[in-house]
Nanobody, 126 residues
Framework: QLQLVESGGGLVQPGGSLRLSCAAS????????IGWVRQAPGKEREGVSC????????NYADSLKGRFTISRDNAMNRVYLQINTLKPEDTAVYYC???????????????????WGQGTQVTVSS
C-alpha cells in the first residue's frame, strides 16, 4: 500500500519543541517534493513548509520562518519538520504530502499532491 504516515505530534507546553516525522511506505521519497500543511480548528488549511526532492531547496511560510526546519533523509525514506518555540497558535493537525517532482525548487502549496498522510495532532497548551 502506497502511503505517507506522520508521527511525532502530541501535547506540548508553549515554548517547547516537537519533531514531526513523515514516513513513506510502498514507494521511495527520492523523487518527491514534500510539503507540510496544517489545519487549525475552524480554519482553512495552511501551507507550512516544503522541501525539494533533492533536499537542496526549502521554503517556509513567512510567519513561521525561524521556528520551523524541514529536512529529509532519503536513506530512511523520511521527511522531518522540527518545530521550536511552539505557540498556542501552532495547534493544528499537521499533514505531509508528496508531489512527484525533479524541480530544484519547491513552493509552499496546498496541492496538487500525489499522496497525503492522515495527519498528526499538535496541541500547544499549558
Amino acid at each position: 500500500q502506497l502511503q505517507l504516515v506522520e508521527s511525532g505530534g502530541g501535547l506540548v507546553q508553549p515554548g517547547g519543541s516537537l519533531r514531526l516525522s513523515c514516513a513513506a511506505s510502498g514507494f521511495t521519497l527520492d523523487y518527491y517534493a514534500i510539503g507540510w500543511v496544517r489545519q487549525a480548528p475552524g480554519k482553512e488549511r495552511e501551507g507550512v513548509s516544503c522541501i525539494s526532492s533533492s533536499g537542496g531547496s526549502t521554503n517556509y511560510a513567512d510567519s513561521l520562518k525561524g521556528r520551523f526546519t524541514i529536512s529529509r533523509d532519503n536513506a530512511m525514506n523520511r521527511v522531518y519538520l522540527q518545530i521550536n518555540t511552539l505557540k498556542p497558535e501552532d495547534t493544528a493537525v499537521y499533514y505531509c504530502a508528496a508531489a512527484y517532482s525533479f524541480d530544484s525548487m519547491c513552493s509552499i502549496t496546498l496541492g496538487p499532491y500525489d499522496y497525503w498522510g492522515q495527519g498528526t495532532q499538535v496541541t500547544v497548551s499549558s
